[in-house]
């Protein structure tokens, strides 16, 4: 039977896991609590519990972690981690500070189903969904033993490899074990899930009521160029797509966040940016404007910086909140875009050091979950 990885488990399924042992239910907030806030990786460190309890639990659960691969960090300050995970496929994270701010950009996907033609993360397609636990354990490894989660960083965004919604269930239970007074406590004001518009999954990412941000990429104004670009545009068209962000639950003040690729002679014109502040009207939102990254392969070219400035003042002056993003970490290829899986990277590890505090992978017990039911059907909804 294959055992059961705690960081997979919300505290409800822990509890009824226990029970069945005959255990009392605060079993499960002492687990909760040292998998979470203790980040215990052995039964054995959870010396609350009974030996005997231990001993049971043991035989089907364990705690996964991932193994740093590979750590590097960029001029500005940006990190980015390759971690391999129990079946050897491999992902990114990054870590970028800024100067109010450490935002970790986690990896939902190994690859990518949705095709955008501008981001390496599709060039291999998908490989499989992460599960929570492997979602979860790229927070964990940012947060040093200690220190509240505040402390070592202060927002999460997802919007590294692949698309959250295509993992809805991994997304979904790795947002709540991060929000969970049981998790990481972390508010979800703090967390922003990026999404390439995948309208149905949308429509029921709402209904889960998370109450995290929303940044949706829009990255074209017409559909044609949004097709061109992005294939998802072809089932879920511009005008749906924002119909649906129209009926988004949104908090007090909270804003959808659209983002934008400017890719040079192709969506930068000023034709483009009106196009932009009209379909805008009546959406609480906010515009982030990512110039290109460029990468190998790909046709497309960043436009220069006055196009840049040009498109953010016209929307500017058009009422919109509109903000380039500086390219953080381009020099390692941590930039939006730029993370990819390595297939037959070779383990290498550049700093030791740190990898010496970090706990080793316990090996391949855990269940592998390959492509999940959504992500098939989702292929099958986009048409590819
Ligand atoms: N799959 C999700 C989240 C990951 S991509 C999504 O598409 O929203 C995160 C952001 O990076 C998206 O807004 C995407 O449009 C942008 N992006 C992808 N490739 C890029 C590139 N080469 N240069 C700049 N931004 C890029
Ligand atoms: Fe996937 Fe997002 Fe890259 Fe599109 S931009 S291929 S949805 S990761």
Same mark, same amino acid.
């Given at each position: 039977?294959?055992?059961?990885?705690?960081?997979?488990?919300?505290?409800?399924?822990?509890?009824?896991?226990?029970?069945?042992?005959?255990?009392?239910?605060?079993?499960?907030? #002492?687990?909760?609590?040292?998998?979470?806030?203790?980040?215990?990786?052995?039964?054995?460190?959870? /010396?609350?519990?009974?030996?005997?309890?231990? #001993?049971?639990?043991?035989?089907?659960?364990?705690?996964?972690?991932?193994?740093?691969?590979?750590?590097?960090?960029?001029?500005? %300050?940006?990190?980015?981690?390759?971690?391999?995970?129990?079946?050897? !496929?491999?992902?990114?994270?990054?870590?970028?500070?800024?100067?109010? &701010?450490?935002?970790?950009?986690?990896? /939902?996907?190994?690859?990518?189903?949705?095709?955008?033609?501008? +981001?390496?993360?599709?060039?291999?397609?998908? @490989?499989?969904?992460?599960?929570?636990?492997?979602?979860?354990?790229?927070?964990?490894?940012?947060?040093?033993?200690?220190?509240?989660?505040?402390?070592?960083?202060?927002?999460?965004?997802?919007?590294?490899?692949?698309?959250?919604?295509?993992?809805?269930?991994?997304?979904?239970?790795?947002?709540?074990?991060?929000?969970?007074?049981?998790?990481?406590?972390?508010?979800?004001?703090? =967390?922003?899930?990026?999404?390439?518009?995948?309208?149905?999954?949308?429509?029921?990412?709402?209904?889960?009521?998370? &109450?995290?941000?929303?940044? @949706?990429?829009? !990255?074209?104004?017409?559909?044609?160029?949004?097709?061109?670009?992005?294939?998802?545009?072809?089932?879920?068209?511009?005008?749906?797509?924002?119909?649906?962000?129209?009926?988004?639950?949104?908090?007090?003040?909270?804003?959808?966040?659209?983002?934008?690729?400017?890719?040079?002679?192709? !969506?930068? /014109?000023?034709?483009?940016? &009106?196009?932009?502040?009209?379909?805008?009207?009546?959406?609480?939102? &906010?515009?982030?404007?990512?110039?290109? !990254?460029?990468?190998?392969?790909?046709?497309?070219?960043?436009?220069?910086?006055?196009?840049?400035?040009?498109?953010?003042?016209?929307?500017?002056?058009?009422?919109?909140?509109?903000?380039?993003?500086?390219?953080?970490?381009?020099? =390692?290829?941590?930039? +939006?875009?730029?993370?990819?899986?390595?297939?037959?990277? /070779?383990?290498?590890?550049?700093?030791?050091?740190?990898?010496?505090?970090?706990?080793?992978?316990?090996?391949?017990?855990?269940?592998? @979950? %390959?492509?999940?039911?959504?992500?098939?059907?989702?292929?099958?909804?986009?048409?590819?």
């Amino acid at each position: 039977m294959a055992l059961t990885d705690l960081r997979d488990v919300a505290l409800q399924e822990m509890t009824t896991m226990l029970a069945e042992a005959g255990e009392p239910a605060f079993r499960a907030t #002492q687990l909760c609590h040292w998998v979470y806030k203790r980040q215990a990786i052995s039964l054995e460190q959870m /010396t609350d519990l009974p030996e005997a309890l231990r #001993q049971r639990l043991g035989a089907q659960c364990y705690v996964s972690t991932l193994t740093p691969l590979r750590q590097q960090l960029s001029a500005d %300050g940006t990190e980015k981690v390759l971690f391999r995970l129990e079946d050897g !496929n491999q992902i990114e994270t990054v870590l970028i500070p800024a100067e109010d &701010k450490r935002t970790i950009c986690v990896s /939902t996907q190994v690859g990518c189903a949705i095709g955008c033609r501008f +981001c390496l993360t599709a060039q291999g397609g998908l @490989v499989r969904s992460l599960r929570p636990a492997e979602i979860i354990s790229q927070v964990l490894h940012f947060q040093a033993p200690g220190k509240t989660p505040e402390r070592a960083f202060t927002n999460i965004v997802f919007m590294g490899m692949g698309e959250p919604l295509d993992n809805f269930a991994g997304t979904v239970q790795a947002i709540r074990t991060l929000t969970a007074e049981w998790g990481l406590g972390i508010s979800p004001r703090r =967390i922003t899930v990026s999404t390439s518009g995948l309208v149905r999954r949308l429509e029921a990412f709402g209904r889960e009521d998370l &109450k995290v941000n929303l940044a @949706v990429s829009l !990255n074209a104004t017409t559909d044609a160029v949004r097709t061109a670009i992005m294939p998802i545009n072809k089932p879920y068209p511009i005008a749906m797509l924002l119909a649906s962000c129209r009926a988004f639950p949104l908090a007090m003040r909270q804003r959808i966040t659209f983002e934008y690729v400017l890719l040079r002679e192709v !969506n930068d /014109t000023l034709a483009d940016a &009106k196009r932009l502040v009209r379909l805008m009207e009546g959406l609480r939102c &906010k515009i982030n404007l990512l110039p290109f !990254n460029e990468i190998p392969g790909v046709p497309y070219r960043r436009p220069s910086d006055d196009t840049v400035q040009q498109f953010q003042q016209y929307l500017a002056q058009h009422g919109l909140s509109a903000f380039v993003r500086q390219s953080r970490g381009r020099d =390692i290829s941590a930039a +939006c875009g730029q993370l990819r899986f390595e297939e037959h990277a /070779t383990p290498r590890l550049t700093d030791p050091a740190h990898h010496a505090t970090m706990p080793a992978a316990l090996g391949a017990q855990g269940e592998h @979950v %390959g492509e999940t039911a959504e992500a098939a059907a989702t292929r099958h909804e986009g048409g590819r």
